[in-house]
């Protein structure tokens, strides 16, 4: 991944040589990623990030800020083989977001786009566990906040292809009794206060719209 990364950040380096810069007004952004858990210690163990994706419009102004809300999906499976107990399933994760930040096209091949994501989401923990134990699915809802980057290499006046990082803060602290799970794993009991966040690398896509106006 570290070295996808490094060509794609030389890749945009090379277009970066252009004079001409273009300003969008209305853009939709699709952004797929590859989830990773982090800071609460069971959920990096026990959970596994397969698959992120978040679709949404955004409004940017002349001055370069910009307005956004969209709604996003992802899932974790459960890692056989770091849980204590035999456990299939995984977590299904949506919601809704609002994002704002700033988009600056540094030439007419390169832009950055800086800003956080503010959204609420549903967590749905769907586990064979869970289901013998009649609470399937086992559900979470939290705020989240995520700050985001991202890196753009225009292909043409209304189609951009992005590198992007973020990183989640989820706002609920995820336990193992959320799989169904009843032995906490042998870990602190502190371990179980942190804050569960994701972070998300990945790849999207933009398409501007021209203004008719």
Not at 124 to 131: E, H, K, L, M, S
Not at 151 to 176: I, M, R, T
Not at 196 to 211: A, M, N, V
């Amino acid at each position: 991944m570290s070295k996808l990364i490094s060509c794609w950040l030389l890749i945009l380096i090379g277009f970066s040589t252009a004079a001409q810069q273009i300003e969008p007004k209305h853009t939709f952004n699709i952004e797929l990623g590859l989830p990773n858990g982090m800071v609460n210690k069971p959920f990096k163990d026990y959970m596994q990030g397969l698959v992120n994706i978040a679709p949404y419009y955004q409004f940017t102004l002349k001055n370069s800020l910009s307005f956004g809300a969209g709604i996003r999906y992802s899932y974790f499976g459960v890692n056989q083989f770091r849980v204590p107990l035999k456990t299939l399933g995984g977590m299904h994760s949506g919601g809704v977001f609002v994002k704002i930040g700033r988009e600056k096209f540094h030439t007419d091949r390169f832009a950055t786009d800086m800003g956080v994501k503010i959204g609420y989401n549903q967590h749905y923990f769907i586990t064979n566990r869970n289901d013998s134990l009649g609470q399937n699915p086992f559900v979470v809802s939290a705020i989240s906040i995520e700050p985001t980057v991202k890196f753009s290499l225009v292909a043409d006046e209304q189609v951009s292809y992005n590198l992007f990082v973020s990183y989640a803060f989820q706002g609920y602290a995820f336990k193992p009794n959320m799989l169904g799970l009843e032995t906490d794993g042998g870990y602190d009991t502190k371990e179980f206060s942190r804050p569960t966040s994701i972070l998300i690398i990945g790849f999207g896509f933009s398409y501007y719209f021209k203004d008719k106006g």
